[in-house]
């Protein structure tokens, strides 16, 4: 590869965002893992200090040393409500990121290289796959098909425009430039 700045950057065939997909595949989970285990503690946080707070409505303390020791075990209820919705979320999410980016790795590899149309396939199969394992209700899990095509579409469309940029068009457009060019032949 020359260092020229006018030459096209070099990429492989599966590669999205600049990482192979089993580096992909890491670091999308490991994202997802925080993000969920963040987003889980926070919620859960706030779930146990409500919870808390209904348990003992009916008999809230009425002194200082009372009140003292109601926060004292309501942070301690927080802290372990955080700690469990962590756990809870991040194994959620993380586990509904890492099917996306192993089916889009599957899908790419069936293509012969990564296109939108893997990140649709992989966003359509996981918004399939949370319909049937959290046995949403039908209009829900039209929702939820309709959220993974939109996400699929947005990382695709983001991707195909990072080959574009690199000089690599994607693979769509090259077979329809050829079919055009059949056609005026």
Partial sequence: MSSHPSSPIQLSP?????????DRIAVMSLLGITVG???????????????????????????????????????????????KGSVRYGAKVGGCVLAYALV???????????????SLVAGLATAVGVGRIARLPRSSAGRARLAGLGVGMLTGATQDAVHWRAGRPPAYLVWAQQKKNELIK
């Fill in 14 to 22: 599966y590669e999205r965002l600049r990482l192979e997909p089993d």
């Fill in 37 to 83: 285990a963040l987003l889980g503690g926070f919620l859960g946080g706030q779930h146990s200090g409500r919870q808390y707070l209904a348990e003992r409505a009916h008999r809230l303390p009425n002194t200082v040393q009372g009140w003292f020791f109601y926060q004292k075990w309501k942070n301690y209820r927080v802290v372990l409500g955080a700690m």
């Fill in 104 to 118: 889009e790795a599957a899908v790419d590899r069936a293509l012969g290289g990564a296109q939108i149309g893997g």
